[in-house]
């Protein structure tokens, strides 16, 4: 069975920084992409962060690049997350999700529960 | 960045009725076109692929259909659990992927 499963997630103030991680199990995780989704409280789904893999191609949705950088350890089937300099509008649950590719572009065929990340002084 | 708008913002339906759900792209996605289905305090489920190819367990009154600007999501008779909100996702020029701002299908 799939299982993704998010943590790091938080209260955390403005301009501070966070590491979100996600832990696979049940697939083979480095045949698969591995992204990131995030979904402000109330609002829609937004794509964040993408990475192929064998971490060689990565991609970032224009709202975060610079600040966010994704990241994965094959051998501990683990994606990463780190997000510096926080804004309020980045308040969100942050899922992660296997895409169904090795690379480039994909689908997400399995999400994890998602993780609460709150920005508030 | 191509843009997705989804419409109606939201649909009220009956049980039993037929829903369609549009996802126009500001510019073409061939097929690279995906669903997916959100309920309250879930994560999304992949619905539809490639703009017509159902995902593993998904039934069969779901069908995609589309490519290059225009897609539609059909639900042939809607059953009670189907009332959610509903994204369409591309992913033809990557990156990014963008998602439609959703369309919520609501009972009447």
Redesign the interface.
């Known amino acids: 069975e799939v299982q993704l499963v998010e943590s790091g997630g938080g209260l955390v103030q403005p301009g501070r920084s966070l590491r979100l991680s996600c832990a696979a199990s049940g697939f083979t995780f480095d045949d698969f992409n591995m ?1 990131w ?1 995030r979904q402000p409280p109330g609002k ?4 964040v962060a ?1 990475i192929s893999w064998n971490s060689g191609m990565v ?4 709202s975060v690049k610079g600040r966010f950088t994704i990241s994965r350890d094959n051998a501990q089937n683990s994606l990463y997350l780190q997000i510096n300099s926080l804004r309020p509008n980045d308040t969100a649950v942050y ?1 992660c999700a296997k895409g ?1 590719r090795g690379s ?6 399995y ?4 993780t609460l990340v709150t920005v508030s002084s | 960045e191509i843009v997705l708008t989804q419409s109606p913002a939201t649909l009220s339906l009956s049980p039993g009725e037929r829903a369609t759900l549009s996802c126009r792209a500001s510019q073409s996605v061939a097929s690279y076109l995906a669903w997916y289905q959100q309920k309250p305090g879930q994560a999304p489920r992949l619905l539809i692929y490639d703009a017509s190819h159902r995902a593993t367990g998904i039934p069969a009154r779901f069908s995609g259909s589309g490519s290059g600007t225009d897609f539609t999501l059909t639900i042939s008779s809607l059953e009670p659990e189907d009332f959610a909100v509903y994204y369409c996702q591309q992913r033809s020029n990557w990156p990014p992927s963008t998602f439609g701002q959703g369309t919520k299908l609501e009972i009447k």
């Open positions: 992204d989704v829609g789904l937004e794509w993408g991609g970032y949705a224009a899922y169904t480039g572009s994909s689908n997400f065929d999400w994890g529960q998602g």
